[in-house]
């Protein structure tokens, strides 16, 4: 009898994470030779130590083909991470108690560089621990920070969310600057890395203008040249549309966004980058000013899904499948590029312990030389990323985005406490 | 020989008004018995003063029919309100001068409550100052408080793009709660009505659940209350998703985002609903959050625009020029409701001194009696105006929103100083 696959998902979610899930899925449910049941944990690796296992069987198939369009985790993601394979064997022992208790051989977790780390760790639960089980990762991440992938699931809608509602909201500062507002700026998500930053660049292509200036996590913020660069912004245009990363840095590496009450500015903590950008404008040149704040926003608008993106979500997810039925095991698919005109990628498989620790950081060569925009090579890459539009169905006005039922299994085994991941 | 049009934009622009644009544009050219050249100018109002009058025979006809589907204000608009007839002749005089010079005989301005009584005031020049004009105002606004109208064009587009960020957002906080974000408040606009944040709820529509909470410019702001409500969502369903008007308003009527820096929290001024919120929050329960702050994001978004929104957004600048052809003068083309289900709509019209001074705020009969959702009858109200989908073309990943060239037609007066509008 072949063993059942387990599918789950962690960190934090992506617009198109749910048509990997399908992909993996659909996959496992075609090789019904070499896997038995799919089942999904809820919340991620939590679900699996607390023994919470959805049965896909109890869903209407229509639900679970409509994960392809859906955004959110729809079986749930925690942000947790499995401790260390010899100090924290509990946690390991109690893996293999679910695992068994439902005859589950074949474990597909859908996440970033973090999650693949846990992955790494469950694949190697057959070797430390003896109980046959084979780990494959699968990426997502709308940051685009994993190693040894052209790009990662998320990013490509996230960052056509972006480019759209930056040419968007342009054209209506444009529409009123010489009597209201003459600068905007909208802070975007990248804690560690100016990937989202970048991408908004992609709405200058249509004639070259807005967002004038782009403020990188990797490059340190200049107070100083940043008001004259603006300044020399709404001279030039009459107003100026700022594109500020969240993970913005002073010059001494801390967070922008992290202010101390004793600063010249009084501010308390707020995490925002443009409020806090914002007030000093206002403060120092009087301009009359707008902001906005996407958040989560940007990473659930599956409205304005890439069709490469959702293409790639699905693709990589039955790869990792298909990647098992071909006997390998402990890799994650990644996505390669063939050839950047026209756009061809495909999908091939590496090794989870080669991903697991890298961060992936925007590229010096992809920031011009002025540190307030990205250069053709980066514009070269982020293209073909946002191609293609995959609208999801709408009913009355709004998309349809069904909710699994989510029947767990019986539990078999005795209540296990987890601890608190803080 | 009939007397030339002139079509103007003014106030806060909308992802429709172009469309209306292109409405009056198109069935001014349609009645060449009876208009002349149809003109605009620059900046709405200003431009006129200003002598900036854009020749549309000199724009690529593809251009103009996709005013249709680009959001903003094609041809610039301004916050300016003429003076007062009596006290401010000199502002009417150059207006007739402008007029007169290009042989402008029929004015078009495309705006919300403060635009009608410019447009009125334009109206009565004929009487006034004995130069013939036709003057006709052509309703839009997002904030949709316009009086004696049934809806706004550009409000119906704005809501639903609320609509589905508060879906997508909601199902990306629920997907981590429960080791991560507990609560996500989206900020939308409405300075004065609580029409958009009363939107967010068709949100709900598919099971009743997110958002949890509206906080409307209509109830006080009462904090202990909001406070109980939002740890009382979080026990029930684990998260809270609260969308808060950047109207809301203290129990004393101060607006609840401009803080003063004396307060119990040591704020500065941030005009900041969201992040306000936040801070409170995090302060009085520990609960992780988030929050988005979609600013002119959401009156831009024409990538989501609502069908019924464009269909009225044309109809209204269409009806304008037929009134005009009919004989009619000094009037404001309205929507009716005719029906409910299925919604049924026709265009009326209405005269101009019955719009230009009413603001219609969200009857209290349309918020719930616990002051944080909105009752059957708003809902029905506000389903169909989301109604439909009409995605504007995409090239290369991205919504095509062609500029105009913006030719100016020779100036023929001399230079006239407008006093700045502050």
New interface residues.
């Given amino acids: 009898m072949p063993k059942n696959a387990l599918y789950a998902?962690s960190?934090?979610?992506t617009?198109v994470i749910n048509a990997s899930a399908w992909g993996v899925i659909e996959a496992v449910r075609g090789h019904p030779a070499h896997f038995g049941t799919c089942y999904a944990a809820r919340?991620g690796i939590?679900g699996v130590l607390e023994e919470e296992i959805l049965d896909l069987d109890e869903e209407d198939p229509l639900t679970l083909a409509a994960l392809r369009h859906?955004?959110?985790?729809?079986f749930?993601?925690?942000?947790?991470d499995l401790g260390d394979l010899k100090r924290d064997r509990a946690q390991y022992e109690r893996l293999v108690e679910v695992f068994h208790a439902h005859d589950i051989g074949y474990f597909f977790y859908n996440g970033g560089g973090g999650s693949m780390d846990t992955a790494h760790k469950v694949a190697r639960i057959g070797d430390e621990l003896g109980y046959p089980i084979t780990a494959v990762g699968v990426p997502k991440t709308i940051d685009n920070d994993l190693g040894m992938t052209d790009t990662s699931p998320g990013f490509g809608s996230a960052a056509?969310f972006i480019?759209?509602?930056v040419?968007?909201?342009s054209?209506?500062?444009?529409?009123?600057h010489?009597?209201?507002?003459r600068v905007?700026i909208?802070e975007v998500m990248g804690r560690h890395a100016g990937w989202l930053a970048a991408a908004a660049a992609?709405?200058q292509?249509?004639?070259g203008r807005p967002p004038m200036l782009i403020l990188f996590p990797e490059t340190p913020f200049d107070l100083g040249d940043f008001l004259t660069q603006l300044q020399m912004a709404v001279r030039t245009h009459g107003y100026c549309v700022v594109v500020a990363s969240e993970g913005l840095k002073n010059p001494d590496g801390s967070l922008f966004s992290v202010a101390q009450?004793h600063d010249i500015?009084?501010?308390?903590?707020?995490?925002?980058v443009?409020?806090r950008l914002?007030?000093i404008i206002r403060q120092e040149t009087g301009l009359k000013l707008?902001?906005?704040?996407?958040?989560?926003?940007q990473?659930?608008?599956?409205?304005?899904a890439?069709r490469v993106d959702v293409q790639q979500a699905y693709a990589v997810g039955r790869s990792a499948v298909e990647g098992v039925v071909a006997g390998e095991h402990s890799f994650m698919p990644v996505i390669r590029r063939d050839s950047d005109r026209p756009y061809r990628w495909s999908i091939d498989r590496v090794p989870l312990e080669a991903v697991a620790s890298i961060e992936r950081g925007l590229p010096p060569a992809f920031i011009s030389p002025d540190g307030y925009g990205i250069t053709a090579a980066c514009r070269d890459y982020l293209?073909p990323l946002?191609?293609?539009?995959d609208?999801p169905p709408?009913d009355?006005?709004?998309?349809?985005?069904p909710?699994i039922r989510g029947v767990l299994r019986p539990q078999r085994c005795a209540p296990f406490r987890v601890e608190s991941?803080g």
Wanted: aromatic letters at 12%.
């Fill in positions: 998902q960190g934090g979610v617009a919340n939590l859906t955004p959110g985790g729809a749930g993601s925690c942000r947790f056509k480019a759209t509602v040419r968007e909201a054209l209506d500062v444009e529409s009123a010489t009597t209201s507002t905007f909208l992609l709405a292509e249509y004639d009450s500015y009084a501010y308390t903590q707020l995490g925002g443009a409020p914002a007030e707008h902001w906005s704040v996407v958040d989560y926003i990473r659930a608008a599956r409205h304005l890439s293209r946002i191609e293609g539009e609208y709408f009355r006005g709004l998309p349809c985005y909710r991941p």
